[in-house]
């Protein structure tokens, strides 16, 4: 029986150790940070984010994960970039179809012996015969 007591004791001492140390020793129970291994913005500041930088960044990770800051700004930066790229493809798209459309109707304000566009079946003349 006192065998018994003695290896129960033992195991709790061990325990407690054990969580002890994982619990990083007595200071609140909260898990210490590690220093950031190699992150120093490897996003371009210089020029645009290409897709060659977003297959090559590697966040640093810490003990409980990613570092939610460094990830946070990652992300704000990549964000902010395809908000800004949306609004310019949004801007040449228009920019384009008015001068598509200007175009358009220049040619078809000519007329067809000027080079401009025929309405189907052709203009009509003065006795309602189609001029081809």
């Known amino acids: 029986m006192v065998m018994f007591l003695f290896l129960v004791a033992a195991l709790v001492v061990v325990v407690a150790a054990v969580t002890l140390a994982v619990l990083g020793g007595g200071d609140g129970g909260t898990l210490r940070d590690e220093p950031s291994q190699f992150y120093a913005d490897p996003l371009p500041q210089d020029r645009p984010v290409a897709p060659a930088d977003v297959d090559a960044l590697r966040l640093p990770t810490a003990v409980r994960g990613y570092r939610m800051a460094e990830v946070d700004d990652?992300?704000?930066?990549?964000?902010?970039?395809?908000?800004?790229?949306?609004?310019?493809?949004?801007?040449?798209?228009?920019?384009?179809?008015?001068?598509?459309?200007?175009?358009?109707?220049?040619?078809?304000?000519?007329?067809?012996?000027?080079?401009?566009?025929?309405?189907?079946?052709?203009?009509?003349?003065?006795?309602?015969?189609?001029?081809q």
Do not use: V
């Not at 001068?99 to 304000?109: L, S, T, Y």
């Not at 012996?113 to 009509?124: I, K, N, V």
């Open 74 to 131: 990652a992300l704000n930066r990549l964000g902010a970039e395809l908000a800004e790229r949306d609004a310019r493809i949004t801007e040449l798209e228009s920019a384009l179809a008015t001068a598509h459309d200007g175009a358009h109707r220049r040619q078809a304000d000519r007329g067809p012996e000027q080079g401009g566009f025929a309405p189907p079946g052709g203009y009509l003349g003065e006795s309602g015969e189609g001029l």
